[in-house]
């Protein structure tokens, strides 16, 4: 259930035209699934932290009720994409009561990186909940320290 914040100007007909059409707009995306439009529909995206040190880049992302093996991790034309799928449930029983729960959802993510990365020795493991991509960067990309002479 998605709680809708109204305007105080609902006695106006275009405010009350305005949010009508919000709210259809609203319903008929809710149904589709375009990759851009899930934080809009209150679909589910993993946080994500991205930091670069001197030899390499870290990408971690938060992805709890996740297990490694709805993980796919790809790294193209500088490109890395993390795929996957949240699957939960969960199951209550009691004297005169029964509660079932069941959350399904897929997500994708895609980042562009800068070039210099060595495609080849890119890792990822996952752990506690956070996968932590580790992408090296090549010879060639990491800073060197030039000798200033006299």
Do not use: H
């Amino acid at each position: 259930m998605n709680l809708v914040k109204r305007r105080n100007d609902s006695t106006r007909p275009l405010a009350r035209l305005r949010d009508e059409m919000d709210d259809l707009f609203g319903r008929f995306f809710d149904d589709w699934d375009i990759p851009g439009l899930a934080p809009m529909r209150g679909g589910w995206l993993p946080s994500m932290e991205i930091s670069e040190q001197e030899d390499k880049i870290l990408v971690k992302a938060e992805l709890p009720g996740v297990t490694s093996k709805d993980i796919d991790v790809s790294v193209r034309n500088n490109v890395l994409t993390i795929t996957g799928e949240k699957k939960e449930q969960t199951e209550d029983k009691g004297e005169g009561y029964y509660r079932s729960e069941r959350r399904y959802g897929s997500f994708r993510r895609d980042i562009q990186l800068p070039s210099g990365i060595d495609e080849g020795k890119v890792e990822a493991a996952c752990k506690d909940g956070v996968l932590t991509v580790t992408l090296p960067k090549s010879e060639q990309a990491k800073a060197r320290r030039i000798e200033v002479k006299n």
